[in-house]
């Protein structure tokens, strides 16, 4: 369960107020108009951002003062997901070992990580030499292994054309169902929400509010939200 | 490092005798140190303005390869350079023999002329850089819109061009005439005596021949003063002015088109070239005949340059690494202007205060090799930081947050990340590291003793026994180990390191 207990989260002079639960195992969509704070709010739970007041804390561990690596949360960011000079097997495996010591059964698990994301015999390129769509495949492979309970997304897809950027969401729909995983997901497209999140949290006017079911506040939805969907 | 250089400069303080001051021999130092920096930077800015602005605006074959070759004279060694000099313009030079055939007397290289001929060698090319990015930092829109209202010519240059110039001259000149000020190797191979010594070689005569300690550290003293002085200004005047990459970036341009235009340019262009390229041909004809048989003393001091050279560019990168990381990570702003004390400082200044510090325990000529190498080292340092540090800011900010969610903190970032991430400028800043420490004749000259030598150091005692022959061979032999260093490093990081 992650719980922002009255946290101001600061990025620059902007500040974002949250006080919210997001009980385990949950789908959740991060929607609202541009520069209402939503990537603040995924930042601030990942620990780039600092907690000027107030805690985040997750299943009753206090992790507000956490550096990002020790946090309980695996990341996807906009562009950037994969280091480039390094093979996609590396990649993955920084999944199991930031050092990159990895043992034979460590390189069978990102073997088998590749493998399940459609990424089989890929193992010794580099992200340079693949598509858009398997950078995402190999990023999501990562995540697989990292085996984080909170999966947080600030919308690596979007550069995907939309039938590769449903492809992803219904693999990480899947991902996140297997690992158990709680998911973060920032979203501009209602059709991505609706997809595969149950809940939806509202950010707007400097304020995360608390989830509602995605279709019940997509379907009727306060002013800031209407005047964004248009 | 910034102890080392504060040590140096600490033990220099404390020998200097103040209370006796300048002697006559002293002022004149300083007024020609003076004079024929002004002179040089003037000439250099002066040519170069013409010369960039007709690589400006024409395209021809060969035109990114001298622009490359605008780079070179930073890895060429002085002596070098001097011997190519002094075979075309030299009392038995081309120039002269020229003027024989139309019975004109020769012309004369030494002295104050001399010395601004080889600062104009070594600088016009930087000039010409500097002055070129000004140029290519125009907007194209620019020039369009000046094509479009008829703008051609001198008005051109008055409109678009000459607030530009006003602009950036002031600061290329001072970075120039910085850099002049510290001039010691051009000093000692075509100055000299009484009229032509500026402050770096009256510390090496101090020092050499009159074993005058105090003296030698109070002329440090100003000779820091003078440089600490001219390079703040040059540094404030240039801020942000870079190696000049992405100068051969291709510009449209609509003026310039008339047949006088055009034979300015041409002209300009290649008189500038031949400037710089005869020299080293003459280097390279008088060098080969006699390769074969060069002294046994050449060889051995080439094997030592490289070492040398290794060493040098071995503890330039454990103090340029670690202290590019604290920089990227914004860890360091301490650390960022230590790296800068090593403009601020000269080397002969720091080889003196190194000398009176090691030689009340030591003999400094035993440390005559080691000194030479970390001197070299953090002459290099600024440049490595500025090769190395807007890269690794880049690597910070793109993959940074990357590392971080990853746990990757610390050391596990800088091995698998920063470091393989910066191998094409590691290459490039070791490289330059190699090539200066190679051809360096500086403090070589203060510690060593007449039984070990460095290459630039053995061309130069070849020269002061006029076995012109053998010097220009060795020379040669420098000319082809300092570029290939370089290009070897260079190289070896650019090798599959990828955007």
């Known amino acids: 369960m992650l719980k922002l207990d009255a946290a101001h989260i600061r990025n620059g002079s902007f ?7 997001i009980s385990g195992g949950a789908t959740v969509a991060v929607i609202g108009p541009s520069g209402a704070g939503k990537s603040t709010l995924i930042e601030g739970i990942a620990g780039f951002l600092p907690v000027a007041q107030g805690r985040i804390s997750w299943d009753g561990t206090d992790i507000t003062d956490q550096p990002p690596g020790a946090r309980p949360v695996a990341m996807l960011f906009q562009e950037d997901n994969l280091f480039p000079h390094l093979t996609l097997a590396q990649n993955v495996g920084l999944g199991l070992s930031p050092n990159l010591r990895l043992s034979a059964h460590d390189k069978t698990r990102v073997t088998e990580a590749l493998d399940r994301v459609g990424l089989a015999g890929m193992a010794t390129r580099k992200p340079g030499a693949l598509s858009g769509g398997q950078r995402s495949r190999a990023a999501l492979a990562r995540v697989m292994l990292q085996d984080k309970p909170l999966l947080l997304l600030d919308e690596p897809f979007a550069a995907l054309g939309p039938a590769l950027r449903m492809e992803m969401l219904d693999l990480v729909a899947e991902i996140a169902r297997e690992t158990g995983a709680t998911l973060l997901m920032i979203s501009h497209a209602p059709e991505d929400a609706r997809r595969i999140t149950a809940q939806a949290v509202l950010v707007a006017e400097g304020t995360a509010h608390a989830p509602r079911p995605t279709g019940e506040l997509l379907d009727n939805p306060p002013p800031v939200l209407r005047d964004y969907l248009g | 490092m910034a102890a080392l250089i504060f040590g140096a400069l600490l033990a220099v303080a404390l020998r200097a005798e103040t209370g006796r001051g300048f002697n006559a021999a002293d002022w004149a130092a300083l007024r020609f140190t003076l004079v024929q920096a002004t002179l040089s930077a003037l000439f250099s800015v002066l040519l170069a303005i013409p010369v960039a602005r007709a690589l400006a605006r024409r395209r021809f074959r060969g035109r990114s390869l001298l622009i490359a070759l605008l780079g070179a004279p930073f890895i060429l060694p002085v ?4 011997l190519g000099l002094i075979e075309v313009f030299g009392r038995g030079g081309w120039v002269s023999a020229a003027l024989g055939t139309l019975g004109l007397p020769p012309v004369q290289i030494y002295g104050l002329h001399g010395v ?5 060698f ?13 140029w290519q930092e125009i907007p194209a829109e620019r020039f369009r819109l000046a094509a479009l209202l008829g703008i051609d010519g001198w008005a051109m240059f008055r409109v678009i061009e000459m607030p530009m110039l006003l602009r950036l001259i002031p600061g290329a000149f001072t970075v120039i005439f910085a850099i002049c000020l510290t001039s010691f190797a051009v000093a000692l191979t075509l100055g000299g005596g009484p009229r032509a010594t500026t402050i770096e070689l009256a510390i090496y005569q101090a020092f050499r021949f009159d074993f005058d300690l105090g ?4 002329l440090s003293a100003v000779q820091l003063g003078l440089t600490v002085f001219a390079g703040g200004i040059a540094l404030w005047l240039a801020r942000g002015e870079g190696f000049g990459s992405g100068l051969d970036r291709g510009l449209r341009r609509f003026d310039g088109k008339t047949i006088t235009a055009r034979w300015v340019d041409a002209l300009f262009i290649g008189v500038a070239a031949l400037f710089l390229l005869v020299p080293l041909m003459a280097i390279a004809l008088s060098g080969l005949p006699g390769f074969a048989d060069m002294p046994r003393q050449v060889w051995t001091a080439a094997a030592t340059s490289l070492g040398v050279a290794a060493l040098s560019t071995v503890l330039l990168l454990c103090m340029a690494l670690p202290m590019t990381a604290a920089i990227a990570t914004e860890r360091g702003r301490m650390v960022e202007i230590a790296g800068l004390l090593g403009l601020a400082a000269s080397p002969l200044v720091i080889g003196t205060g190194l000398f009176i510090a090691i030689r009340p325990y030591a003999n400094p000529q035993d440390f005559a090799l080691p000194v030479t190498a970390l001197v070299n080292a953090i002459t290099v340092l600024p440049f490595a930081l500025r090769i190395l540090v807007p890269r690794a800011r880049d690597i910070v900010s793109r993959q940074g947050r990357l590392g971080l969610s990853l746990g990757m903190a610390g050391l596990p970032f800088l091995r698998h990340v920063l470091l393989p991430r910066l191998r094409a400028q590691i290459g490039f800043a070791a490289g330059l590291a190699a090539a200066l420490s190679m051809g360096d004749l500086g403090v070589i000259t203060l510690f060593a003793d007449p039984n070990v030598a460095t290459l630039p150091l053995q061309v130069y005692r070849l020269m002061g026994s006029y076995q012109m022959e053998a010097a220009a061979a060795a020379s040669f032999l420098l ?10 490093l260079d190289r070896g990081g650019h090798r599959h390191a990828e955007t």
């Open chain 2, 116 to 120: 601004v001929l080889a600062h104009v």
């Open chain 2, 215 to 218: 003296r030698a550290a109070l």
């Open chain 2, 479 to 488: 000319l082809i180990l300092s570029f290939a260093v370089f290009w070897l």
């Open chain 2, 122 to 134: 070594f600088n016009l090319p930087l000039a010409t850089r500097l002055v070129l990015q000004g």
């Open chain 1, 15 to 21: 500040t974002l107020a949250a006080d919210l639960t």
């Open chain 2, 79 to 82: 002596i070098v350079a001097v």
